[in-house]
């Protein structure tokens, strides 16, 4: 069997002028290969028409209805702003809950003066994180969990405050 090259070069050197298939010069796999890259190019191509039929109709749309034109596919980023009452409202929660177990320890002597100031240090970083990620009116997952790190942090130190052997002495 001959390879392509070979074939070529005997066709040159006869002088012979005309064209010869590429189908009929390449073996079943390159015909596959060609084959594969072909529907990638046409799947590709209609996937384009596709995204720009979508964006016409939704700036027709827009355009039709007085609203601001969005792009189709940054629907994913409005859906983010539904949760952020959900991500604040736990966040909130459980500073209340956290803020009731300092209380409920400090009262009952569990945790020490120190480890009180300690306590409070951290729950005003986590406020202050908070605050920040507030700021600019939406609080995204990546600022969620920085504050939920913050929290878990603080929520270990007061077990631990809690539950060693220190106590505080009572005033006589």
Known sequence: MQTNTVRIGLILALGLCFAVPLEASAGPRARKVRKVRRAKRVHKRAHRRAHKRAHKRAHKHAHRHGHKHAHPHKRARRKNVRAQPVRRAKINNRQANQRKRINQG?????????????????QRNVRRAERRAKADGVVTKR???????????????????????????RAR
């Open 106 to 122: 400090k009262r009952s002597g569990q945790i020490t003066r120190r480890e009180g100031r300690k306590i409070e240090k951290q």
């Open 143 to 169: 600022e969620a969990r920085k504050i939920q790190r913050k929290q878990n942090k603080s929520s270990r130190t007061i077990h631990r405050a809690k539950h060693n052997q220190r106590k505080r002495p």
